[in-house]
């Protein structure tokens, strides 16, 4: 069976998606997933991970110090079969940039892992105790989207 290909989705492509596509990486293993992500925001074309995410992914023996930021472009939306944002504005502006044929693609990466209608949060502008706990959220979301998808499978 064919991995199934998903994308992640945050703002700037440095903190939050940079993690969870080294966290789902190391949790599902190989030939469940192809994962990627990306950002709705330009500013971090190129640029690694912020530190505090690599330190925090470190921390759990995952290393997503080679991964480079990018862009959300036009093809995604065919490339891709699941598109998970972060927060509901990052699933906004998915919305409004992905084709009708691609909406069915969109989600809210808790809402759609957990259940829960929640953001996960920025830890942009956080300590790294706002990193963990952010690692913390995408981990168990992450395990729960493996679970999901290996009974697809």
């Known amino acids: 069976m064919e991995p199934v290909r998903i994308l992640f989705v ?7 998606f940079p993690l969870a596509e080294g966290i789902l990486r190391d949790v599902a293993g190989d030939g469940l997933v192809d994962v990627d ?3 709705t925001g330009g500013w971090h074309i190129g640029d690694p991970p912020d530190q505090r995410s ?48 691609a909406q ?10 957990l259940g829960t209608i929640s953001d996960v949060p920025d830890p942009y502008h956080e300590g790294p105790e706002g990193f963990e706990t952010v690692y913390n959220m995408l ?4 395990r729960s989207l493996t679970g999901r998808l290996e009974e697809r499978s």
């Open 10 to 16: 945050c703002l700037g492509n440095i903190c939050r």
């Open 104 to 113: 069915h693609k969109l989600h809210l990466f808790l809402d759609y892992t």
């Open 54 to 101: 690599i330190a925090v992914a470190r921390k759990y023996g995952i290393d997503i110090a080679g991964q480079r930021g990018r862009k959300v472009n036009a093809s995604d939306f065919k490339a891709f079969d699941l598109i998970f944002a972060m927060d509901r504005s990052n699933l906004a502006n998915l919305r409004a940039l992905a084709p009708h044929e």
């Open 37 to 39: 992500s990306a950002g």
């Open 139 to 142: 981990f168990e979301g992450c």
